[in-house]
């Protein structure tokens, strides 16, 4: 059984450690819960996260509820949640009680100018994992390409994307059971 001050240190280090959001903390996430506890396995983690990406609010928190929820019930959810949005929440307060003093600096600016690409690839990294952990090959990439498309080119609603994904799969799966 995971101990509670495990579970409480792993989500606190990813609360802390990530920048760029819930998206960002996806790698540190599976080297924490899968490749150094084992407390999930490669399928686990990825159920959890696309059940984390389908529920309304946070990634992170609703990634930090499930697990935690997973690996010792609702104690278990407040502890990783806890753990996760404690030090965000400081870093946030904090931040929020320094901007005017720095709002105008070079090198401030600078700093978060340069830490908006290393975001974008912590961003990218676990998209391309997970892709092809889900089985997006060479052959299945025109459906989330299409989908970006509808939704940023076209300006399609996403609400309409999601849900014509679940038609045309529910059909898809029809027909190879028969």
Same mark, same amino acid.
């Given at each position: 059984m995971v101990n509670y001050c495990e579970l409480f240190w792993s989500f606190f280090k990813i609360g802390t450690f990530t /920048?760029?959001?819930?998206? !960002?903390?996806? @790698?540190?996430?599976e080297r924490e819960l899968v490749d150094r506890h084992r407390w999930l396995t490669q399928q686990d983690f990825l159920?959890? &996260?696309? +059940? #984390?990406? #389908?529920? @309304?609010?946070?990634?992170? &928190?609703?990634?930090?509820?499930g697990v935690g929820?997973? /690996?010792r019930g609702l104690r278990g959810s407040i502890v990783a949640v806890v753990a996760n949005i404690m030090m965000p929440i400081f870093f946030i307060i904090t931040l929020a009680m320094l901007y005017r003093y720095f709002k105008g600096n070079p090198y401030v600016e600078h700093f978060f100018m340069g830490v908006r690409p290393? !975001?974008?690839a912590l961003?990218?990294? @676990?998209v391309f994992r997970l892709a092809r952990t889900a089985g997006i090959g060479w052959r299945t990439a025109w459906? @989330? +390409? /299409? #989908?970006? +498309?509808l939704i940023w080119a076209l300006g399609v609603n996403p609400i309409f994307v999601i849900l014509a994904? &679940?038609?045309?799969? &529910?059909?898809? *799966? /029809? *027909?190879t059971k028969k």
């Amino acid at each position: 059984m995971v101990n509670y001050c495990e579970l409480f240190w792993s989500f606190f280090k990813i609360g802390t450690f990530t /920048l760029g959001g819930g998206y !960002a903390m996806i @790698p540190l996430m599976e080297r924490e819960l899968v490749d150094r506890h084992r407390w999930l396995t490669q399928q686990d983690f990825l159920d959890q &996260v696309a +059940l #984390s990406q #389908s529920m @309304p609010g946070v990634l992170a &928190v609703n990634m930090a509820t499930g697990v935690g929820y997973r /690996l010792r019930g609702l104690r278990g959810s407040i502890v990783a949640v806890v753990a996760n949005i404690m030090m965000p929440i400081f870093f946030i307060i904090t931040l929020a009680m320094l901007y005017r003093y720095f709002k105008g600096n070079p090198y401030v600016e600078h700093f978060f100018m340069g830490v908006r690409p290393a !975001a974008v690839a912590l961003i990218a990294a @676990p998209v391309f994992r997970l892709a092809r952990t889900a089985g997006i090959g060479w052959r299945t990439a025109w459906i @989330p +390409l /299409l #989908s970006t +498309l509808l939704i940023w080119a076209l300006g399609v609603n996403p609400i309409f994307v999601i849900l014509a994904a &679940v038609v045309l799969g &529910v059909i898809f *799966k /029809l *027909k190879t059971k028969k």
